[in-house]
């Protein structure tokens, strides 16, 4: 049982094949791109709510740190020339994704970027990079199914649909 089931069961959320029902709802949060998160974030995801905000829009090139980043694309870039390009390439790939700490995380991406995150997040520095190392594997790993990366129409489709326990357990 996942820390999903658990809070679903605590938030009476009704399951759907196995998976919590996330649907928008009634309050629900809209990001650029068609994408709608629950209007219970917060609850679902606690203290990381405000970095779902933040990473979903720039996976796919919006938000203040899209075009900085250039999307999924600039992302896995920036982390190949940061020194993560093998555990980069494990999230993307199709076999075991293998786990990234927060410092070296931020050492990727720049402290600059993390702290940006953190801001426009409304969390610590810290929190973001813990956050941020904790997410981006799951994250990258669902949205690049068969070790392919999508194409920005592909990935606002899959980032509409995200399992969102996937990427919070």
Same mark, same amino acid.
């Given at each position: 049982m996942g820390l999903m089931d658990i809070v679903g069961g605590l938030l009476g959320k009704k399951k759907k094949g196995g998976t919590i029902d996330l649907g928008g709802g009634a309050g629900a949060i809209k990001l650029p791109g068609g994408i709608e998160l629950p209007g219970n974030l917060a609850e679902l995801a606690g203290g990381n709510a405000g970095l779902l905000k933040v990473l979903l829009p720039m996976l796919m090139g919006g938000g203040a740190l899209g075009g900085k980043l250039g999307g999924?694309?600039?992302?896995?870039?920036?982390?190949?020339?940061?020194?993560? @390009?093998?555990?980069?390439? !494990?999230? =993307?790939?199709? @076999?075991? %994704?293998?786990?990234?700490? +927060? $410092?070296?995380?931020?050492?990727?991406?720049?402290?600059?970027?993390? !702290?940006?995150?953190?801001?426009?997040?409304? =969390? !610590?520095?810290?929190?973001? *990079?813990?956050?941020?190392?904790?997410?981006?594997?799951?994250?990258?790993? %669902?949205?690049? +199914?068969? @070790?392919?990366?999508?194409?920005? $129409?592909? #990935?606002?489709?899959?980032? *509409? @649909? #995200?399992?969102?326990?996937?990427v919070l357990r």
């Open positions: 999924l694309g600039g992302l896995l870039g920036k982390l190949q020339e940061g020194g993560l @390009g093998g555990k980069a390439q !494990s999230w =993307v790939g199709t @076999g075991a %994704n293998q786990p990234v700490d +927060p $410092d070296e995380l931020e050492g990727a991406l720049g402290a600059d970027t993390v !702290s940006q995150i953190a801001a426009e997040a409304g =969390v !610590s520095r810290e929190e973001a *990079k813990g956050g941020l190392a904790s997410m981006l594997p799951k994250l990258i790993d %669902n949205v690049t +199914p068969g @070790g392919a990366l999508p194409g920005g $129409d592909q #990935l606002a489709g899959m980032l *509409k @649909g #995200l399992d969102l326990s996937k």
